[in-house]
């Protein structure tokens, strides 16, 4: 396991996301070139687990998938307008657009559900991180899919665990992170989250009845990097993004979040 890089985000930066807003909106960017690449080509149903602070949901509605996505209270249902990216309305392909159900429900047991009715499920946002018996999550994802049917999940990393334990001067977990089997750090709000290194959300995946497709950070590009670039032109954006999207295609699993895709079998 390599060390927590120089220059990359830490830990508090990513507890308070607006002392980073050129960084956040290139990293959110970055998300939604990353979703949209993996959207299903043929419409379909797709379940997003991710929050409704994730736009997922209005771009595959945008690319004509119906989608439910599973909110912890009505309160929290979007608009039915679509949300906008970036600055601009989600890209529409060449059909019409989907229809998106908000549904109340808890997205570790997903007992609203029945078995193999989902084409994809979606659960970005770390929210597999949050759920820290995440094989249970897993097994729920699986059982849901259709056979054939593939997942996207964003989950930390065990960088960004390393820099969390440093950064509260936790130096005895620090030194067993690398290779402990269940990593789970807290945060200095009072939170935990579950960090995975690739091997082990591979494995996870495996044993929960999926066939791992890839795994890759969600950003390799150093905040100071991105914040710089933008700082100079604003309308370097589209670059950047291009940018990360081939340097994260690389084995080099040092991003303090890691995306990973894979398949149900069938």
Known sequence: MAGVPAARPTAAHFATADSLSAYWRFYWAVAAAQLTRWLPREPGRILDLSGPEFRGSSRAVAAGHDVVTLLPSVEMAPRRTLKLVNGHAPVQRDRPAGRLRPVVGDSTFLTSFASEVFDGVIADNRVLSQHLVTEASLAEIARVLRPGGRTLLCVDSVVLGMALLAEQDCWPELSYAPNADVLLVPWPDGTITRCFTAEQLGELLTDAG??????????????????????????????LVEMELKAASSDDYVGVHLLASARKPG
């Open 210 to 239: 999926l066939e791992l497709e890839w795994v890759k950070p969600r950003t390799v590009l150093s905040a100071s990097t991105v914040e710089m670039v933008l700082g100079s032109d604003p309308r370097a954006l589209n670059r």
